[in-house]
Nanobody, 124 residues
Framework: QVQLVESGGGLVQAGGSLRLSCAAS????????MGWFRQAPGKEREFVAA????????YYGDSVKGRFTISRDNRKITMYLQMNSLKPEDTAVYYC?????????????????WGQGTQVTVSS
């Protein structure tokens, strides 16, 4: 089992920045590929970003490419999402997710473990 806890969400004005964290516990964090997803009210869960187990590879959704940066620190067993140039359409609950193995996916159903989510609200 892997337990995931997100933090760092909040209210920010458009153009501002936030950094989300995802703290993991349980099995060896470095054995897991990780991802960030988000869900806005009335919308389906959307892929945001993913990172391989050794940080050697990352991938971003088109809507956040160039503005968000995913990273992880396996010594601190924590993953991060640096969000810059935030827009009102980035408003959502953000979830971190983990799956065993080195390879990430953009499909939410490929991930075995999920955090409880953290709210990000961007005002115009």
């Amino acid at each position: 089992q892997v337990q995931l806890v997100e933090s760092g969400g909040g209210l920010v004005q458009a153009g501002g920045s936030l950094r989300l964290s995802c703290a993991a516990s349980g099995r060896t964090f470095s054995n897991y590929a990780m991802g960030w997803f988000r869900q806005a009210p009335g919308k389906e869960r959307e892929f945001v970003a993913a990172i391989s187990w050794n940080s050697g590879s990352t991938y971003y959704g088109d809507s956040v490419k160039g503005r968000f940066t995913i990273s992880r620190d396996n010594r601190k067993i924590t993953m991060y999402l640096q969000m810059n140039s935030l827009k009102p359409e980035d408003t959502a609950v953000y979830y971190c997710a983990a799956r065993g193995g080195p390879v990430y996916y953009i499909d939410a159903d490929k991930y075995n473990y999920w955090g409880q989510g953290t709210q990000v609200t961007v005002s115009s």
